[in-house]
């Protein structure tokens, strides 16, 4: 690859920023779709990020990703915001064009795409989805679907609040499209009969808690599709359960995926093979073998 000074440069900004796999993404894909342009990782704290942002107008910026902690704060420093993106109040891509940091959200599209092939025997109007948790993560996808017209989205959180304060969100501009339930049992299996796909939405089962699950197993059905947003470690307990019953179960991986994809779209109008950014993503994330046992349904 050859830099000049026609190279656009995009990056992912965060705090810390060394396990994000989207650098080996997006520049993957660059060179896979002939873009000329480079993608860097970029560390910064919350108070420098408006200086960050005004180098990156003196530059020959395309675009970039921003992840924890700066989803929401940095917001002010851009000039216009995607209406969803606006709903949401959170913001993962930017884009840079004609002078304008232009901000979107991509991550609940990118969880939509992810399970399209798997739910497509269900209309999407009669198609509900229990979301466990409330964090910013559930925040994006459950107006991502409100938004998209699914029948309903169930939100349970140990904390009852938060569910209910998004679910009043929710409800004002797409009204009846959310409910909060609270995270008892009964509740919970009301709610699961009623799903097609339930959703771990919650940090429970990453490492510091990688043999617990969020949903006792006696609630879950074979008719379901089970996601775990976690992708690291790639086979979680909520899964291993899931497995076992026979359900249908697929991990955060491709959410990562077609988050950068429709953030690639938006950068440079190419919606890039979903295959190639799988097998970048899966060479460059710990667990790749698990991976593969998990997808051929061994696990
Ligand atoms: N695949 C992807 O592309 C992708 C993207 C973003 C995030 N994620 C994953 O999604 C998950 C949430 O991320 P986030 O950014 O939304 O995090 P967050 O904003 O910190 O939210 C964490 C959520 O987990 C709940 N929680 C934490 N510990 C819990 C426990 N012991 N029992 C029950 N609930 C608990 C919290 O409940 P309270 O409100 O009660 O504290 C909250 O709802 C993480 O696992 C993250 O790895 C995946």
Redesign the pocket.
């Given at each position: 690859m050859r830099i000049s000074v026609e190279t656009k440069i995009y990056a992912v900004i965060g705090d810390p920023i060394g396990q994000s796999l989207s650098p080996q993404l997006h520049n993957g894909l660059f060179k896979a779709n002939a873009v000329d342009a480079l993608y860097l990782p970029i560390a910064v704290k919350s108070e420098d990020l408006k200086k960050l942002l005004d180098g990156f107008r003196l530059m020959n910026f395309g675009g970039f990703n921003i992840t924890?902690p700066h989803k929401m704060e940095i917001i002010e420093y851009l000039d216009r915001l995607d209406p969803l993106a606006e709903k949401i109040g959170a913001v993962n891509t930017v884009v840079y064009q004609d002078k304008q940091m232009i901000g979107y959200n991509t991550?609940g599209f990118?969880?939509i795409k992810s399970i399209e092939e798997k739910i497509s025997k269900i209309p999407k109007e009669r198609l509900t989805i229990l979301i466990?948790?409330?964090?910013?993560?559930?925040?994006s996808v459950a107006m991502a679907l409100a938004d998209w017209g699914i029948k309903k989205v169930i939100i349970a959180?140990?904390?009852a609040a938060?569910a209910e304060a998004l679910v009043k969100l929710i409800n004002k501009s797409w009204p009846g499209k959310a409910e909060a339930i609270s995270?008892a049992p009964e509740a919970l299996k009301k709610a699961v009969d009623a799903a097609a796909v339930v959703v771990?939405?919650?940090?429970?089962?990453?490492a510091d808690?990688a043999l617990?699950s969020?949903l006792a197993k006696a609630l879950l059905k074979k008719e379901l599709l089970v996601y775990d947003?976690?992708?690291?470690p790639p086979v979680t307990q909520l899964l291993k359960d899931a497995k076992e019953i026979g359900a249908q179960t697929q991990n955060?991986?491709d959410?990562?995926l077609y988050?950068g994809l429709l953030a690639f779209e938006l950068w440079t109008g190419i919606f890039p093979d979903p295959s190639a950014g799988k097998k970048l993503l899966e060479e460059n994330s710990e667990g790749n073998s698990e991976q593969k046992l998990l997808k051929e349904g061994i696990k």
């Open positions: 924890k991550d990118g969880f466990l948790g409330c964090g910013g993560a559930v925040k959180n140990r904390t938060k995270m771990n939405g919650t940090s429970v089962g990453m808690s617990q969020p947003m976690i992708y690291s955060g991986l959410m990562l988050q």
